[in-house]
Every structure is written in structure tokens, then in C-alpha cells.
């Protein structure tokens, strides 16, 4: 129900949009989030953007880099990634639920930015 995308391989320095498309799910009331997990380590939390007012939050290690919005008429959520780090590389998923729950998850984008 949701679909990740917009994966790729940049060069540090460089940007990415990641797309979660919502199809059989009506997001308008659910807050979206995105997180990120390197193979052998704990899934990070990335950005959430609230379904009342669309408050966005950011982990630290994103803050000022990436921008979190959300097209509730296309049911999609964005994700745009600028002045990427090779630390950013890592499988990126997309979360949905009301409030903190995280009900619907996506498959997952691989998001490689080489230095």
C-alpha cells in the first residue's frame, strides 16, 4: 500500500527526491514518516510530517539537508534529499499511521551516494 521510490546512486554533494505513493490508502490522516537502515545497524529515523498542520521533523543528522513534504491529493509523501554525505547511503522506507503509530510500510529504496 505504500511504494517507495526515487532511489539511486549520486556523487557526494548531490540530491535525490524520494517519492511514497499511497495507493488503497487514504493519507490525509496519517502521519508519514521515513527512516533509513544500513545493513548491520539500527533502523534510523529520518523525518516525519504530521497529517493536522503538516509539522515536519528531522533527525539531527538530516536537519538543514532534506526536506520532508507531503501532496495528500496525489496521496504522496517527499522526501528531498540535498547535500548528500556517503553517510546517508542506506535503504530508505517509508511509514504511515495516525499520530506515532506506524501501521503500512513500504519496500524500501536504496539510496548509494559515493564520494
Known amino acids: 500500500q505504500l511504494q517507495a521510490s526515487g532511489g539511486g546512486s549520486v556523487q557526494d554533494g548531490g540530491s535525490l527526491r524520494l517519492s511514497c505513493a499511497a495507493s488503497?490508502?487514504?493519507?490525509?490522516?496519517?502521519?508519514i514518516a521515513w527512516f533509513r537502515q544500513v545493513p548491520g545497524k539500527e533502523r534510523e529515523g529520518v523525518s516525519v510530517?504530521?497529517?493536522?498542520?503538516?509539522?515536519?521533523y528531522y533527525g539531527d543528522s538530516v536537519k538543514g539537508r532534506f526536506t520532508i513534504s507531503r501532496d495528500n491529493a496525489k496521496r504522496t509523501v517527499y522526501l528531498q534529499m540535498n547535500s548528500l554525505k556517503p553517510e546517508d547511503t542506506a535503504v530508505y522506507y517509508c511509514?504511515?499511521?495516525?499520530?506515532?503509530?506506524?501501521?503500512?510500510w513500504g519496500q524500501g529504496t536504496l539510496v548509494t551516494v559515493s564520494s
Open positions: 511509514a504511515a499511521g495516525r499520530a506515532a503509530r506506524r501501521d503500512y
Open positions: 488503497g490508502l487514504v493519507i490525509d490522516d496519517f502521519a
Open positions: 510530517i504530521r497529517s493536522i498542520d503538516s509539522t515536519a
